[in-house]
């Protein structure tokens, strides 16, 4: 298991105002809040292939690291936060074939 973290940011108390502020910015996007639950992994299928979207992995087929993974409820795609340039926040459609939370 895993513990929670934020990949590019280096402490605990900047992970913690870090993530709250990428909730914050995809709710604005999705409009709707995200769920609390942490999300180290998803088993998915992008652009026609099977393929996992890990926290502090590349994002498949994007390249950008992605930073977290989340649920804004089952209506709606999973949004990936990636670090990069431009800060991507991507859209994951559902149904994905299994979550992975942090422990």
Same mark, same amino acid.
């Given at each position: 298991? #895993?513990?929670?973290?934020?990949?590019?940011?280096?402490?605990?108390?900047a992970s913690e105002v870090a993530y709250r502020e &990428?909730?914050?910015r995809s709710e604005d996007i999705v409009g709707c809040p995200a769920r609390a639950r942490r +999300?180290?992994? &998803?088993?998915?299928? +992008? *652009?026609?292939?099977?393929c996992e979207v890990e926290v502090g992995k590349p994002f498949p087929h994007h390249g950008g690291l992605v930073s977290a +993974?989340?649920?804004?409820? /089952?209506?709606?795609p999973f949004v990936v936060c990636t670090l990069g *340039? #431009?800060?991507?926040? &991507? /859209?994951v459609q559902r149904p994905v074939y299994s979550v992975t939370?942090? #422990?």
């Open positions: 298991m #895993t513990s929670f973290f934020l990949a590019g940011v280096d402490s605990d108390a &990428l909730r914050e +999300i180290f992994k &998803l088993s998915c299928r +992008i *652009e026609g292939h099977d +993974i989340l649920d804004h409820g /089952r209506e709606e *340039e #431009t800060g991507d926040q &991507l /859209r939370e942090f #422990t």
